[in-house]
């Protein structure tokens, strides 16, 4: 079983950064695919970016970046320009292929605002 646990949300200013952060507990296997999404108020949940061990990447907005440190079970995600449409409960996600399994954490909030 694996636990998530995100970090590094708050209150930017429009064009301001923020970087996320994503901890888990247990055992992160080397196929795992760690995952952004956000959910803005009021629509459904949507894919922000993936990263893969090997560091590959699927990103949905060139502002955004994800990372990952395989050592510390840890996954990142930068996120510059914001923009008050950004403004979600931004949520890491482990989707595991052998066995298949996901893993979801509590969501952090990012609230874009002047």
């Known amino acids: 079983q694996v636990q998530l646990m995100e970090s590094g949300g708050g209150l930017v200013q429009p064009g301001g950064s923020l970087r996320l952060s994503c901890a888990s507990s247990?055992?992160?296997?080397?196929?795992?695919?760690f995952a952004w999404y956000r959910q803005i108020p009021g629509k459904q949940r949507e894919l922000v970016a993936t990263i893969s061990s090997g560091g590959g990447k699927y990103i949905t907005d060139s502002r955004f970046s994800p990372s990952r440190d395989n050592a510390k079970n840890t996954a990142h995600l930068e996120m510059n320009n914001l923009k008050p449409e950004d403004t979600a409960v931004y949520y890491c996600?482990?989707?595991?292929?052998?066995?298949?399994?996901?893993?979801w954490g509590q969501g952090t909030q990012v609230t874009v605002s002047s």
């Open positions: 247990g055992t992160v296997f080397s196929a795992d695919i």
């Open positions: 996600h482990l989707r595991r292929v052998e066995p298949m399994q996901e893993f």
